[in-house]
């Protein structure tokens, strides 16, 4: 069996999507952006919120598989995590991507999945052992 970490790309794609538009549908967004607040500002915080909820996920995880269920690390362990913060990072972005593109949770979501599981089986991310 081995290792997954695609979800975190998903749970990055769904938070940092879900977020931004939550913003705009209550209308944060718009009383940020009177206050004075740039939107560079406005998305370097949602990132800074995004990166302290990816360093709690990535430390849980990495304990959890490597300590807890005991799976082999063949290889540096800091070579993984640098692996997991890009996956985290690459979904973080495709779900700032998606924030823009839609204004409706519901079609966001279908969206961000339907694109996140065929990426997912593209690049072999969740392919078994004996399939590889």
């Known amino acids: 069996m081995k ?17 931004l538009i939550h913003d705009r549908r209550n209308g944060s967004w718009n009383r940020e952006l009177l206050s004075g607040v740039s939107i560079v500002e406005i998305l370097v915080a949602h990132l ?20 807890t269920m005991n799976f082999e690390n063949h290889g540096n362990i800091f070579m993984e995590i ?21 204004d409706d949770y519901t079609m966001a979501i279908y969206v961000c999945m339907g694109i996140s599981i ?11 052992d004996r399939f590889c």
């Open 3 to 19: 290792k997954s970490y695609s979800t975190h790309y998903m749970v990055a794609i769904i938070y940092s999507c879900i977020s």
């Open 118 to 128: 065929l990426q997912i089986f593209i690049t072999g991310s969740i392919w078994w």
């Open 48 to 67: 800074a919120v995004n990166v302290a909820i990816m360093v709690i996920a990535i430390a849980e995880s990495v304990l959890i598989i490597n300590f």
């Open 82 to 102: 640098s692996i997991i913060v890009l996956i985290y990072l690459a979904g973080v972005f495709f779900g700032l991507l998606f924030s823009c593109k839609f």
